[in-house]
């Protein structure tokens, strides 16, 4: 391997030069509408997304932690309220229910697939339960067949931040639940240029309510029905992604083929138990927003990865529970070994669409390297 050619874990400016025109062109143009939040091409940008999800309504918002956050506030989330969610995820994923007041309340997770394990939910359920939200992650949706076997009347909101165009029986991330929410931070599989999100719903009096919670909770000007917040989508954001948004499936087919191709370059390693490669579970597509390998002695493999030039990352390394902001929870060391086990083992791969071959195969064998 050779340092002086590092592989990146991720790569915005491999962009083709007709995807650079058509984002070129889309903020020019809202430039020279005048308007830049919540303009013409956001009303574009939401009808495409909600076709592409395969929902009824789609609603562009700041970020996908405000995706989250909003979510909640339209099903009255609020002090005492108690959420269901995983202690293993980005930190939205607990941190939004405790900003309304509600209480998370974390399952454990399966050890393969990093998702809640749906088999432990029911124990979770309380009379407090406002919501159940599972967390899809690192491309790959929860059980969501169980979990809406088990949820009855519990509304469910997806986050799907991380899993854009994944699918569970051909159901769609996003569209399975009460709501859903997404995520377009850059270096999501559908980014944009900076923070935004979006709310998707089948829902219509939800869709009307989080479009109103998104403007302050702003009937007209300086009538307010409610307090909401300011989780307006950048229409420049809006451009951005409705120009990429036709990129989407090819470069998703892309990442599942890079996933094939380490599967296969490190299919003995696995075999000899020195790595765990993801696990796609029957019935789902998993779109690899990550490539995460589990290996025992994740750190020491780290440093010789990089050592020579490959970039990998951890996602995530303190699970919520152990987290000192949650602390006030009771949750102790212990509480979640799945998640805990994880956090110490996790390894992400360089993964993105324009990762070439050749990158592909010196990762395999710089990984090969570490783990001799």
């Known amino acids: 391997m050779n340092p002086d050619h590092p592989v990146p874990l991720l790569d915005l400016t491999r962009y083709d030069e007709e995807l650079k025109r058509a984002i070129a062109c889309g903020v020019e143009g809202v430039f020279s509408s005048g308007r830049f939040i919540l303009g013409a091409v956001n009303t574009q940008f939401e009808k495409a997304f909600?076709?592409?999800?395969?929902?009824?309504?789609?609603?562009?918002?700041?970020?996908?932690?405000?995706?989250?956050?909003?979510?909640?506030?339209?099903?009255?989330?609020?002090?005492?309220?108690?959420?269901?969610?995983?202690?293993?995820?980005?930190?939205?994923?607990?941190?939004?229910?405790?900003?309304?007041?509600?209480?998370?309340?974390?399952?454990?997770?399966?050890?393969?697939?990093?998702?809640?394990?749906?088999?432990r939910l029911s124990a979770a359920i309380t009379p407090r339960t406002k919501v159940i939200m599972p967390v899809h992650l690192y491309g790959q949706c929860a059980d969501m067949d169980t979990i809406q076997e088990i949820s009855g009347e519990i509304p469910i909101v997806e986050d799907a931040c991380q899993a854009v165009g994944a699918t569970q029986q051909r159901r769609t991330a996003g569209a399975m639940g009460k709501m859903g929410a997404f995520s377009f931070y850059p270096t999501k599989n559908l980014g944009g240029a900076g923070d935004a999100g979006a709310v998707t719903t089948d829902d219509d009096d939800l869709a009307a309510l989080v479009s109103n919670l998104r403007l302050h909770g702003e009937a007209e000007r300086y009538h307010h029905l409610r307090v909401g917040g300011n989780f307006r989508m950048d229409s420049v954001q809006a451009a951005v992604l409705l120009a990429k948004l036709p990129y989407l499936d090819a470069w998703t087919s892309r990442r599942i083929a890079i996933a094939d191709r380490y599967g296969e370059l490190l299919w003995d390693a696995e075999m000899s138990g020195r790595i765990a490669l993801p696990t796609v579970a029957a019935g789902r597509r998993h779109v690899f927003h990550q490539y995460v390998v589990r290996v025992s002695d994740r750190d020491r493999v780290r440093q010789k990865?990089?050592?020579?030039?490959?970039?990998?990352?951890?996602?995530?390394?303190?699970?919520?529970?152990?987290?000192?902001?949650?602390?006030?929870?009771?949750?102790?060391?212990?509480?979640?070994?799945?998640?805990?086990?994880?956090?110490?083992?996790?390894?992400?791969?360089?993964?993105?669409?324009?990762?070439?071959?050749?990158?592909?195969?010196?990762?395999?064998?710089?990984?090969?390297?570490?783990?001799?």
């Open 50 to 119: 909600a076709d592409r999800i395969g929902v009824r309504h789609a609603l562009g918002v700041s970020s996908g932690t405000d995706a989250l956050l909003v979510a909640l506030m339209a099903l009255g989330v609020g002090p005492g309220d108690e959420v269901i969610t995983s202690p293993f995820s980005f930190f939205a994923s607990a941190g939004v229910v405790s900003r309304l007041g509600g209480r998370p309340v974390f399952v454990d997770i399966e050890p393969d697939t990093f998702n809640v394990n749906a088999d």
């Open 305 to 372: 990865l990089a050592e020579a030039g490959i970039s990998t990352a951890v996602f995530y390394p303190v699970p919520f529970h152990l987290q000192e902001c949650f602390a006030d929870l009771g949750y102790r060391e212990g509480d979640f070994p799945e998640a805990e086990r994880a956090a110490k083992e996790v390894l992400a791969l360089p993964m993105f669409p324009q990762l070439t071959d050749d990158e592909v195969g010196r990762v395999a064998e710089a990984v090969l390297a570490a783990l001799s």
